[in-house]
């Protein structure tokens, strides 16, 4: 058995696809800053966590944290496509 602080070969490329999503997410808005002067990327994550709680799946989780890159941002459909294929950048 694995243990629980241990991640398994199955589990590392969505955590790494999660990661980059964030970290690609959190550059692209480090500017800027909500209505309420908190930090942008706290809608991306607050959408993230809605559909971490509804149990989607890893494409839905992707696209949420990415969805307002292309819309307020320097990053493209076409970054998005190249970093994490089609069906990501469709959704974005």
């Known amino acids: 058995a694995v243990p629980n602080n241990t991640i398994n070969s199955n589990q590392t490329q969505p955590i790494s ?3 980059q999503a964030f970290n690609i997410a959190r550059e692209a808005h480090k500017n800027q800053c909500r209505k309420s002067g908190e930090p942008y990327i ?3 994550l607050g959408v993230a966590h809605i559909i971490a709680d509804m ?3 890893l494409a ?6 990415l969805h307002d890159t292309v819309e307020d941002t320097n990053v493209t459909l076409g ?3 190249e970093m994490f294929g ?3 950048s469709q959704c974005v």
Do not use: F, Q, V
Not at 60 to 65: E, I, K, R, V
């Open 79 to 81: 970054d998005i496509e």
């Open 17 to 19: 696809m999660l990661r």
């Open 60 to 65: 839905s989780l992707l696209t949420a944290l």
């Open 42 to 44: 706290t809608h991306p």
């Open 55 to 57: 149990e989607l799946d």
């Open 86 to 88: 089609g069906e990501i």
